[in-house]
């Protein structure tokens, strides 16, 4: 989702992508985000919709960023080993 604010502030119709991902969003964490309403109730609920968020940005970034990492390292010894040959 903050992908698509960020492309709203360039290109205006990106923001219409919005409002699709949050309703995902929170379509798909509903039930979590309706046990803590049941136990806590909207207090918590309010302030735990931008950390879930957070928690799956975060996830996400160190998923792309270990792929990388990983594969930038196959680069390495690829041409390490090619130089020694």
């Keep these: 989702m903050p992908a698509t604010l960020l492309a709203a502030l360039v290109c205006p119709w990106a923001s219409t992508l919005a409002v699709p991902t949050l309703d995902l969003f929170l379509e798909i964490n509903g039930d979590f985000f309706r046990f803590l ?31 990388i990492g990983f594969g930038w390292q196959r680069v390495r010894v690829r041409l390490r080993l090619s130089v020694t040959l």
């Design 37 to 67: 309403r049941a136990h806590r109730g909207w207090g918590l609920v309010s302030a735990a919709v931008p950390l879930h968020w957070f928690y799956h940005f975060n996830s996400g970034l160190g998923f792309i960023l270990g792929v």
